[in-house]
């Protein structure tokens, strides 16, 4: 049943396409009049007003450059944008006789399909690099040339053309990739000795401080920059074992167990905010003197390694549950610590103050200004007090730990315990050991190409290893002649005194910059299967087809589109971070602006609000997909996801907040349907990206409904009208501006359908939450507006409303985008009109989303290079 929505669609307009195709048609009498009389002042050959010449007797419909034209028309008098005011609108009978035999033409003339080459973007390149050599690790090197955006997507044939700077790039790429395979000969490891003085070491928030040349660490965590030091110059060059020399004491010891100091392997590309786990641990030295002792021990080191110092048994431990017992204990010991606390973080109210000034040492210090104080306010310097009760929950949240904690790790580095380390010395190689790197380079030589036996001859074994790589780097598989002419350029190489290695290592680089390898689609014709995998993967993973898929195509099943449908289904994401969503939504939606964006600080949005802006919108179209729920719940759904207190904070709802990981964790929460929020025009990560931080400018916002949600993109403004200026006075509201700004009729045309769709959506300020009046001007939001078929919408709700009751719009634009992401290519008339009959036929079997997407899978635009 579900396969005959595109197959029905398919079937019906490939007929049509078959009618007169690719001749020139005589314009009828009753168009040809209305182009002579209504059109020609300002389109005429002479005067041909914005580059468009109507003064035709006929159409060369093979043209496509004709088709794009006379197809921009057909739109233009469809949605009555032309003739534009002051002029008067056609007639209805006029406009639909035109735009009938405008239509007609295009659909008899317009074949599907006429994708570009289509190169691999960066994202797929890098990801194809990975998958091909089982290398997980690699990225594109810095400097990179960016991609170019087409219809709105960085994957559109038509945006990646290949520059010489980036063909430069692909090469200096591949020969890295080679490079890490078959690396040139090293010279011989040299002996060398780091000396780390306390002073070389770093020092990072709290977790260690110098006293009189001595390093003091005094506390844990799973974070190593809350409980760790590392030198900041000793970087291993050569993987081996080297001999690792320390000097360490204790520093007011509280009992008599030692202490454990711990010393990790730190890659040096690691970031601060590495959990310990993430490193190799090489010895536990266990600490028991308060005069310096020196230890020494021999570890294996890998290249680009540093040691790690850590203290493993500290008291103070940067978790909140640890921090609430410390905290308790001083507290009972000492009423006026608490006291000093409870000044410090509430007023007399009991409303919170900032926690960032009791960060650190400076929080340190406060603290005891405040115990000398005799006139400190000991009336709430109880354990059960109300004050005590709230600042224990302060303590107990992720802020609490991370400012608290750093205020309570001076009170050990000046009163102890501490560990105190003296000096550090690295020696070595002792001996050269494989590292991480060495194992991994073995391993994808062993895959690539295999052991070579002793009496095989080179030829036989480059051979065998081209007959194998080949097909897997292009994606399909090769002739002889190509195996041949790949084996020839290594056998001159060869001839000419280099070694084996150097002749593959020269394979690889000439594989990695071939265009069967750079592009897809390149076979002339309908798409083979083999172009099929490559297309579905490539839209549904952003890598090339796994080993199921390529199976397929060559058994020859993906032709049917069944069985193009079941390997969909396999291949759709079931996570937010899935590259689909990733890529796709990002793009289609523009949340990928949010990572450029920070809002204004009057708006007390941080950059975690930002990524759970983000995170809500890639979470919610993966439950539509995942769940097939009805198109509708793009709108107007009665969920979303983001978490509890941003819930509270930017969408006012009625929810439990807390500073614990439930109140911060990105969840499902319910929501009412046909209110302001939810849905794709009730988010944040929507307002954020359709603003610019500071205020909110309806007519960006407009437009981006329009492309975005109606499939009904803006043209560009004429090259002589001035930009809109804000009122940075803010005297005047955005609907004054453009009030005066649209008095012109070239502006008002185009204003007339972008304005209603920006003013609607003003009630939101710029990063999605809902205001009554507009800033400065202190005059309430007008976001009453007539849409361009003359339905009158009073805020949001009713616009929700609208686009529910004018569904397959949205879909047939959600369509579209997906299918210019998917194929490379904007669909043209031909292929919009088959969306269009999918989704009508999609919307009478349930209207479900992923069955949507599917059917457009099955589709002959998909299909059809």
């Excluded at 040349?213 to 409980?227: A, N």
Aim: charged share 25%; net charge negative.
């Amino acid at each position: 049943m579900k396969r005959s929505i595109a197959l029905g669609a398919a079937a019906l307009l490939l007929a049509a396409g078959t009618l007169s195709a690719n001749e020139s048609a005589t314009i009828l009498s009753g168009p040809a009049k209305t182009l002579q009389t209504r059109c020609l002042m300002c389109h005429s050959a002479a005067v041909q007003q914005a580059g468009v010449n109507l003064e035709h007797s006929s159409i060369d419909w093979s043209a496509e450059e004709n088709r794009a034209l006379w197809e921009r028309v057909r739109n233009a008098v469809d949605q009555k944008r032309m003739p534009p005011p002051p002029l008067d609108p056609l007639v209805d009978s006029e406009r639909q006789e035109l735009v009938s035999f405008l239509s007609d033409g295009l659909a008899k003339n317009t074949p599907f399909g006429g994708s570009l080459p289509r190169r691999l973007n960066s994202a797929e390149y890098e990801a194809t690099i990975r998958d091909l050599f089982d290398y997980p690790q690699f990225e594109l090197p810095m400097g990179f040339p960016p991609d170019m955006t087409s219809h709105g997507f960085d994957n559109v044939a038509e945006g990646l053309a290949l520059s010489p700077p980036l063909m430069e790039a692909y090469a200096n790429t591949a020969w890295e990739v080679a490079d890490f395979l078959f690396p040139p000969p090293r010279a011989e490891a040299k002996q060398r000795s780091w000396d780390s003085p306390p002073e070389d070491m770093v020092i990072s928030f709290s977790a260690s401080t110098l006293h009189d040349g001595v390093m003091r660490l005094v506390s844990r965590s799973i974070d190593i920059m809350r409980s760790c030091t590392w030198p900041s110059r000793v970087e291993i060059m050569d993987s081996g074992t080297y001999r690792i020399t320390l000097t360490a004491s204790q520093f007011r010891p509280k009992s008599k167990e030692p202490m454990l100091l711990e010393v990790y392997a730190r890659e040096i590309t690691a970031s601060d905010r590495s959990k310990i786990q993430a490193f190799r641990l090489l010895k536990t030295i266990e600490v028991t003197s308060e005069s310096p002792e020196t230890f020494t021990f021999e570890a294996d080191l890998y290249e680009g390694q540093t040691p790690l110092i850590r203290w493993e048994n500290a008291e103070l431990d940067h978790t909140p549950e640890k921090l609430v017992e410390l905290y308790t204990k001083r507290f009972r010991e000492n009423p006026r610590y608490l006291a000093a606390y409870q000044t410090a973080l509430f007023n007399e109210d009991g409303s919170r103050k900032s926690l960032a000034r009791l960060r650190g040492r400076n929080g340190h210090l406060v603290i005891h200004e405040l115990i000398e104080d005799e006139s400190l306010d000991m009336s709430h310097a109880t354990l059960d007090s109300e004050r005590t009760k709230e600042l224990m929950k302060i303590i107990d949240s992720v802020g609490g730990m991370q400012n608290l904690g750093d205020t309570l790790a001076h009170e050990y580095h000046d009163n102890g315990p501490a560990l105190q380390l003296h000096a550090l010395k690295v020696e070595g190689p002792l001996k050269i050991v494989d590292g991480p790197k060495d194992i991994q380079r073995k391993e994808m030589r062993l895959s690539l190409a295999g052991v070579k036996p002793e009496d095989l001859p080179r030829e036989e074994y480059a051979r065998r290893m081209l007959e194998t790589f080949l097909p897997k780097a292009f994606r399909r598989p090769v002739d002889d002649a190509t195996v041949d002419g790949y084996l020839a350029i290594a056998k001159e190489h060869w001839a000419q005194g280099h070694t084996l290695d150097e002749g593959i290592h020269l394979l690889l680089r000439n594989i990695l910059i071939s265009p069967r390898f750079l592009y897809r689609g390149l076979q002339p014709g309908k798409l083979d299967d083999y172009d099929l995998a490559s297309r579905l993967s490539y839209f549904l993973t952003k890598g090339p087809p796994d080993e199921e898929l390529l199976a397929a195509a060559r058994a020859g099943k993906l032709s049917d589109p069944a069985e193009l449908r079941a390997q969909a289904e396999r291949l759709l994401p079931t996570t937010p971070k899935a590259p689909l969503i990733q890529s796709f939504t990002g793009q289609w939606l523009d949340t990928r602006k949010l990572s450029s964006i920070m809002p204004d600080a009057k708006f007390e949005f941080s950059e975690t609000d930002i990524s759970i802006a983000r995170q809500e919108v890639d979470a919610f179209v993966t439950e539509i997909l995942n769940e097939n729920r009805p198109m509708t719940d793009f709108i107007d759904p009665d969920f979303t996801f983001t978490s509890k207190n941003f819930a509270a904070k930017v969408y006012g709802q009625k929810v439990e907040t807390s500073d614990t990981a439930d109140g911060r964790a990105v969840q499902r929460i319910p929501m009412e349907r046909g209110g302001r929020y939810g849905g794709l025009l009730g988010q944040s990560a929507i307002m954020i990206a359709t603003a610019n931080g500071v205020d909110t400018q309806p007519v960006l916002r407009g437009v981006w409904v329009l492309d975005r949600i109606l499939g009904m993109p803006s043209p560009p403004p004429p090259k002589n009208v001035p930009a809109l200026t804000p009122d940075v006075a803010g005297a005047k509201t955005p609907r004054e501006l453009l009030a005066a700004h649209t008095k012109e009729a070239s502006c008002s045309v185009c204003h007339n359908r972008i304005d209603p769709f920006g003013f609607v959506l003003e009630n939101f300020d710029p990063v999605g939450r809902w205001r009554e009046e507009w800033p400065k001007a202190n005059v309430p939001v007008e976001s009453a507006a007539v849409l361009p078929d003359g339905t009158k919408v009073q805020d949001v709700t009713d616009l929700k409303r609208w686009v529910v009751g004018n569904i397959d719009r949205f879909s047939e634009c959600f369509g579209g985008k997906l299918m210019t992401y998917a194929t490379g290519r904007a669909p043209n008339y031909a292929e919009r009109k088959e969306i269009e009959s999918i989704v009508a036929a999609n919307h009478e079997q349930g209207n479900g989303a992923r069955d949507l997407v599917l059917a457009l899978i099955q589709s002959e635009t998909f299909r059809t290079r």
